[in-house]
């Protein structure tokens, strides 16, 4: 199967802070990549999609302006959650889907901050 | 929009006992798809299910959509530890045309007691 990756898988940041984080397909070209959130014992909640060469389309929500995509190449993907709150705390999963049928998830990024 | 609603929310069997999960969307979906993730790690793929009345065997996992395709479920039979996780199902995603766009489900949490 497809691998994606996501870098890095945990991260400790102090309130005001901005943290990147990065999501490769490493064995197939991704023209679309999705960001999710997850809660504790919660679902996947869809953040925004990200487009290749475009900007990304954000879901009802969320503020675009705080999570900050870019999709410079159809490898890699990046979140930047900019002057992150602790309340931004959670896991952040990116997926990638080569054709309709499966998506393959990043392994996620837990995300505290202080 | 469109949501997709899944039950029960937790399940505790004791192993050898079977295990249901079920999920019900209140539109007609063109697919649905179950994920598995296991503690501490991310969805995986298990499954797609496209035709009405389909039913897909994988092991011990029986999966099924329902004739009117809006509703799935999933069955394990004779449960082992290694079962353990979150189930989703996940259905297309309303709105736009994102390739391979998903809506989750809440997700049955799985805890099996050997």
């Known amino acids: 199967g497809a691998v994606v990756s996501q870098h890095p898988s945990r991260v400790i940041c102090k309130s005001g802070t901005s943290v990147k984080i990065e999501c490769r397909s490493l064995?197939?070209?991704?023209?679309?990549m999705f960001w999710y959130r997850q809660f504790p014992k919660q679902s996947l909640m869809l953040m925004a999609t990200?487009?290749?060469?475009?900007?990304?389309?954000?879901e009802q929500g969320v503020e675009k302006d705080k999570f900050l995509i870019n999709h410079a190449s159809l490898t890699l993907s990046t979140l930047t959650v900019t002057s992150a709150h602790p309340e931004d705390s959670s896991f952040y999963i990116c997926?990638?889907?080569?054709?309709?049928?499966?998506?393959?998830f990043g392994p996620g990024t837990r995300l505290t901050v202080l | 929009g469109q949501q997709v609603m899944q039950i029960p929310q937790y399940q505790h069997v004791q192993e050898g006992e079977d295990f249901t999960t079920y999920c019900n969307s209140s539109?007609?979906?063109?697919?649905i798809q179950w994920y598995k993730q296991r503690p501490g790690g991310h969805p995986v793929f298990l499954i797609q299910?496209?035709?009405?009345?389909e039913v897909k065997k994988q092991k011990r996992l029986t999966f099924q959509f329902g004739e009117a395709k809006k509703n799935s479920s999933l069955h394990i039979t004779a449960t082992q530890t290694t079962d353990v996780g979150t189930y989703f199902c996940?259905?297309?995603?309303?709105?736009?045309?994102?390739?391979?766009?998903?809506?989750f489900g809440q997700g049955t949490i799985l805890t099996v007691h050997p």
């Open positions: 996940a259905g297309p995603g309303a709105g736009g045309t994102s390739y391979g766009k998903l809506t």
């Open positions: 299910l496209v035709k009405s009345g």
């Open positions: 997926s990638a889907s080569r054709t309709d049928n499966e998506q393959f």
């Open positions: 539109t007609t979906l063109s697919n």
């Open positions: 064995d197939f070209q991704a023209t679309t």
């Open positions: 990200s487009n290749e060469g475009s900007k990304a389309t954000y």
